[in-house]
């Protein structure tokens, strides 16, 4: 999923834009051929109609118009349903009904890949802004979560109002166990290559407590774009057999299972033996940010018993295929290397992670989570890049000229405005250049202590100047 430019609104009871948002859309709506309203009351058609062409007046009261538009409902027909939003412009989910009636509508017709992989800008409003969402709450119908489409990390709580004591307490009730946006009517958030922008008085509730909306709340959301889109990148690099995607042959496997075997976790230097426990059988592995079928199969046939941990599905099955192929138990699970909540505490014996930090914000939480889930005792190895290839023009760079550009920290979302920045990052991945600092002093910091350390190569532009990776082992103190 792939969305350029989106937005999120609570409502408008006036039935106009307000000059804020409206100046918002004239920037970003260049395109207006056809605009496609999807229906939170299916089966009222007369409603629709009149919805559909009302909401229309305001997009062309403001001289932003389009040439055609269409609500889709259970008339629509399903094929028709695909066309529609296929070629659309802008998709906008329409309120004033039941979420997941909105949500089996939109799979009863056909739409929803189409939705989710189309070029249109999409917009929700007040039922339709909820169901963007990828848990959603419609306490009008039950306080139960059900999985909504998952273009934002937005759980809405719509036209708050402060004064309405009922609406206000449920909110509350919604934020026991999530984090919830609640919106008054006028109020918008604006998403475009994953950058957050707001308009009007929104709050935060969680755990009870609602406060305004501040910048650390909006990059938190922020993040959830870049894992998403990293997640997808890197299940097409898998599918394009990148590096760290070729899984270990047969042979390979079953050399380790004889005892000779190496992994890596930088690109070309074998990780030392000494580094790892002289008995494998029975030792529980993270292999964290690990998937592509190398690091995972081989420790699994030295005897020890692995999960490997990824954001990407593609890079997961890779392991699975190998597994299955080779006779070997390797549990999978799909998730952000910031967030290992689904590990107990003290879990693990070893974890595993091979150069893979630069996909996320923050390595801090990763070196905590670390530590949180390993045992006493415990070696964590780690692999990471050195962040001066983040320093240089990246154009200039790539023809092997060294110009100085940017500084550390480093962060691919901070410089989409450069054409060559952000192609780099849509076709790669996002990434982040962290200071050494936070790589080893933040592993210090969380709780370890360092025991080992090599350099590798990485980056083929400085290698004949500098190594550019390099590995820690660590101990859980």
């Known amino acids: 999923m792939k969305k350029e430019f ?14 804020e948002i409206t100046k918002r859309l004239s920037e970003e709506l260049t395109v207006r051929r056809s605009i496609v309203f999807i229906t939170a ?34 008339r629509t027909d399903p094929s028709e349903a695909k066309r529609l939003v296929e070629n659309a412009d802008c998709i906008f989910l ?89 919106m008054e009517d006028m109020t918008a958030f604006f998403i475009k290559a994953g950058k957050i922008d707001t308009v009007g008085n929104i709050y935060r509730a969680e755990n009870r407590k609602l ?87 081989v420790l699994a046939a030295a005897g020890a018993d692995v999960t490997v941990f990824d954001n990407s599905k593609g890079q997961l099955e890779k392991d699975a295929f190998v597994a299955k192929r080779d006779g070997l138990t390797i549990k999978t699970v799909q998730g952000d290397m910031k967030d290992l909540s689904v590990f107990e505490d003290e879990c693990f014996d070893v974890i595993v992670h091979p150069w893979s930090n630069n996909y996320v914000d923050d390595i801090l939480v990763v070196w905590r989570e670390c530590a949180r889930v390993l045992k006493k005792g415990g070696v964590l190895m780690a692999g990471f890049g050195s962040p001066l290839e983040y320093i240089f023009d990246i154009e200039q760079f790539e023809k092997g000229r060294l110009e100085l550009k940017y500084s550390i920290p480093y962060a691919d979302i901070d410089h989409l405005d450069d054409p060559k ?33 090599y350099e590798d190569r990485g980056c083929a532009q400085l290698d004949k100047y500098i190594n550019t990776s390099m590995a820690t082992k660590a101990v859980k103190c």
């Open 211 to 297: 406060r305004p909306l501040n910048d650390e709340d909006i990059r938190e959301l922020e993040s959830y774009y870049y894992v998403e889109n990293n997640s997808r990148i890197w299940d097409e690099r898998s599918e394009n057999s990148d590096q760290w995607s070729i899984p270990v042959s047969s042979e390979v496997v079953e050399e380790a299972r004889k005892g000779n075997w190496s992994i890596i976790l930088t690109p070309v230097k074998s990780v030392p033996r000494n580094w790892f426990p002289d008995d494998m059988t029975g030792k529980k592995i993270l292999c964290l940010a690990s998937g592509g079928g190398q690091q995972g199969p």
């Open 421 to 453: 920045v952000r192609e780099v990052a849509e076709a790669e991945g996002y990434s982040w250049g962290h200071p050494l600092e936070e790589q080893i002093q933040g592993q210090i910091s969380a709780g370890f202590m360092i025991a080992g350390f």
């Open 6 to 19: 989106m937005a999120v609104f609570s409502g408008f009871p006036e039935h106009h834009f307000s000059n």
């Open 94 to 182: 329409m309120g004033g009904g039941v979420c997941e009636e909105q949500l089996d509508l939109i799979r009863e017709k056909g739409c929803y890949d189409a939705l989710l992989n189309g070029h249109a800008a999409v917009f929700g409003v007040s039922a339709g802004s909820m169901n963007m969402a990828k848990d959603t709450v419609d306490f009008f119908e039950s306080m139960e979560p059900f999985p909504g489409l998952g273009f934002t990390n937005i759980t809405v709580s719509a036209h708050h109002d402060p004064e309405d004591e009922w609406r206000y307490e449920q909110t509350l009730r919604m934020s026991e166990n999530r984090t919830v946006y609640a």
């Open 41 to 74: 009351c299916p089966l009222d058609y007369e409603q629709n109609d009149d919805d559909c062409d009302g909401m229309h007046e305001m997009f062309a009261e403001q001289g932003l118009g389009f040439d055609d538009h269409c609500v889709i409902d259970k």
